[in-house]
């Protein structure tokens, strides 16, 4: 895993559980980029750049090399011309779309304002969490 401040052992000696998951997950960008990558399944770097406003090319690059490090993510890259490369989730990152999923209709509820409507349909959550 990336190596950070929550990865010293007098933080992780405070909930070792937690401290690994925000080690992994630290970053402004990163619950959004495997969100995206969870929903569509395959993400191409042209595209998490355009549907994540206001993030830089150089942050963006830098979060999913973390993400592909700590085994969140996969990256093909295809050897043509302009190279394209694709992103798509591990084993790992497959077992925790759940908790995605959770958190995204958590926040929906208590943090979005009461007139918001979502862009996901219920067959969209319920075929990420393997239910259809």
Same mark, same amino acid.
């Given at each position: 895993?990336?190596?950070? %401040?929550?990865?010293?052992? !007098?933080?992780?000696?405070?909930? @070792?559980?937690?401290?690994?998951?925000?080690?992994?997950?630290?970053? %402004?960008?990163?619950?959004?980029?495997?969100? &995206?990558?969870a929903i569509s399944k395959v993400q191409r770097f042209?595209?998490?750049?355009?549907?994540? *406003?206001?993030?830089?090319?150089?942050?963006?690059?830098?979060?999913?090399?973390?993400?592909? *490090? *700590?085994?969140?993510?996969?990256?093909?890259? &295809?050897? !043509?011309?302009?190279?394209?490369? !694709? &992103?798509?989730?591990? %084993?790992?990152?497959?077992?925790?779309?759940? @908790?995605?999923?959770?958190?995204?209709?958590?926040?929906?509820?208590?943090?979005?304002?009461?007139?918001?409507?979502?862009?996901?349909? *219920?067959?969209?959550?319920?075929?990420?969490?393997?239910? !259809?």
């Open positions: 895993m990336t190596d950070n %401040k929550f990865r010293k052992r !007098e933080v992780m000696a405070r909930c @070792v559980p937690m401290s690994t998951l925000q080690a992994v997950l630290s970053g %402004k960008w990163k619950i959004l980029i495997l969100w &995206y990558i042209g595209e998490l750049l355009r549907r994540m *406003d206001g993030i830089t090319q150089s942050t963006l690059t830098k979060q999913l090399r973390e993400l592909e *490090d *700590d085994g969140f993510i996969h990256r093909e890259i &295809y050897k !043509e011309i302009p190279p394209r490369v !694709e &992103y798509t989730l591990t %084993k790992l990152g497959k077992s925790f779309v759940p @908790v995605l999923t959770q958190m995204m209709m958590w926040s929906q509820t208590h943090l979005c304002a009461p007139d918001y409507v979502s862009p996901y349909t *219920d067959g969209q959550i319920r075929e990420l969490l393997g239910l !259809e």
